[in-house]
């Protein structure tokens, strides 16, 4: 078994001789540790931030700053959160209503919030051109306009959004509309309606955060052997009502997760990144890539205790997943020890039908592009060419790579000419996926998605609506997800123009 540390009550710290890690790197992770340290916790629940009005704006004070953590008993690690030492609160805001963010960074560096799956002016969207510098503020209003979901923030700071997420500069969002709130689905934040951010660590000795940019872990993007749910090592949670809608987020830098319960048992999935599921979708695994979200449904009526586990991604036919495999990297983490309370409150019946959504109709388009995302390891190696490139083309903040006009559809044909797979994401657009090498996609990524997998050799085709918000001048991202392939050069930009 290769569950290396949880369950055992290990937690095995880094060596910290971060410049020698390799291949061969598995061994510092098991070098000592404090052996009391994972003793389990409860859960952390981020607090839930409905912000203040202000002249009719709901407004969300938002300081990003330096922090101390305890993930282990008797051990302190230097951290970075948002209105604490890490991660940052749960915004909790209305479909049709204005928002401003008050944002103020005092963590000795620049910085940036970007918000992950929001369709927002592009001055608004906080990526890599609207730089906060260290000790100043930024401002951005948006109105809120899109389905009821679960969606997060984030640095995308470039070149430091891996080290600086890694560190905590990331937060939840959770988008209601009336339309989801007639559905009676378990809505009581903390007690039947739980944000989960799964974020793999590694650990110096000292209790300070492991992270290198070294070749390896650029290439196959910065892991660790901890897992962080919310912040917390080890968490369990007593659940007090026969069903439980756990809202996944992989807040991970670069790890891909299937996630499944310790007896098998089945779940529904109910949504995916930008909101629900025309339909409850039965499973029994579900597969969350790095910014991927999704919202299940779990039902504890047996009054049996059960673990959600996070196994290694059915990407083990690629060279990631094999590269793991030979490093021993393929884990399996505990995520929460769920424990049912003895007297569980009824829940409603799960609605046979959610939402309504269009038929993604390819026929809608007026325009198609191609992204074709590379990794040239011989230039990597060799120091010549881009490592990670976009239609051959490392990020140049100041090229603007793809002008799209306002009011149009498009399709765009994502290509993977490397040998990993490359979570892809798209600023401003909650897309569609129409086909993966022609096929039409499974039920659980039939819904509105800002992220999607690209496996090696794969064209995935999807639609995109860009019916509003028109900038000459200021650009989103496309990019991939793996934070250190970001940081990397795998990032293009996109004007949405009149
Ligand atoms: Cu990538």
Redesign the pocket.
């Known amino acids: 078994m290769k569950t290396l540390l949880l369950g055992g009550g290990i937690a095995a710290l880094a060596d910290g001789a971060g410049g020698t890690a390799g291949y061969g790197s598995l061994g510092r992770w098991l070098l000592g540790a404090p052996a009391a340290a994972a003793s389990p916790r409860p859960l952390a629940i981020p607090t839930l931030l409905v912000g203040e009005p202000r002249a009719g704006v709901r407004t969300f004070d938002l300081n990003l700053q330096k922090g101390v953590s305890r993930f282990f008993d008797g051990v302190t690690t230097p951290t970075l959160g948002i209105n604490g030492a890490y991660l940052g609160p749960t915004l909790k805001m209305r479909v049709g209503e204005t928002v401003r963010m008050e944002v103020t960074n005092r963590i000795g560096e620049a910085s940036t919030i970007h918000w992950h799956g929001f369709h927002l002016p592009a001055g608004a969207d906080g990526g890599p051109h609207q730089v906060i510098a260290d000790g100043a503020s930024w401002s951005p209003q948006f109105e809120v306009r899109q389905r009821a979901s679960m969606l997060w923030y984030h640095s995308h700071m470039v070149p430091r959004t891996g080290p600086q997420v890694y560190h905590g500069l990331a937060g939840v969002a959770y988008v209601e509309d009336e339309e989801t709130g007639r559905l009676d689905l378990p809505g009581d934040y903390g007690v039947d309606d739980v944000p989960l951010v799964l974020q793999d660590r590694a650990f110096n000795r000292d209790g300070s955060l492991f992270y290198s940019t070294n070749m390896h872990n650029t290439m196959m993007?910065m892991r660790g052997n901890v897992l962080l749910v919310n912040g917390t090592v080890n968490p369990y949670f007593e659940a007090r009502t026969q069903k439980l809608r756990l809202r996944l987020l992989n807040g991970s830098n670069?790890r891909f997760y299937s996630l499944g319960f310790s007896d098998n048992r089945r779940f529904s999935l109910i949504g995916t990144d930008g909101g629900l599921l025309e339909r409850p979708y039965e499973t029994s695994h579900i597969a969350l890539a790095p910014a991927e979200r999704a919202q299940i449904i779990v039902d504890l009526s047996d009054g049996r205790p059960v673990v959600l586990r996070a196994f290694p991604a059915p990407t083990s036919g690629t060279m990631g997943g094999m590269m793991g495999g030979m490093m021993g990297d393929d884990f399996n983490f505990d995520v929460l020890d769920i424990r049912p309370n003895g007297q569980r409150g009824r829940s409603a019946p799960l609605p046979s039908r959610l939402v309504t959504l269009d038929r993604p109709d390819p026929g809608q388009a007026s325009g198609a592009r191609r992204l074709v995302?590379q990794?040239g390891m011989g230039g990597m190696m060799m120091g010549g060419g881009e490592p990670?490139s976009i239609n051959g083309k490392a990020m140049d903040m100041n090229r603007i790579d793809e002008v799209v006009r306002v009011g149009t559809t498009e399709i765009w044909q994502l290509e993977n000419r490397?040998m990993?797979?490359?979570?892809?994401h798209i600023h401003d657009v909650q897309f569609r996926i129409l086909d993966r090498d022609g096929a039409p996609p499974p039920p659980w990524e039939m819904g509105l998605k800002d992220t999607v997998v690209v496996n090696p050799d794969e064209r995935v085709r999807l639609l995109l609506q860009f019916a509003d918000y028109s900038d000459p001048d200021l650009p989103y991202m496309y990019h991939?997800?793996?934070l250190?392939?970001?940081d990397s050069g795998?990032m293009g930009q996109f004007v949405v123009a009149a």
Request: glycine share 6%; net charge negative; with cysteine.
């Open positions: 993007g670069a995302l990794m990670f490397s990993m797979a490359h979570p892809f991939c997800h793996v250190e392939h970001e795998m």
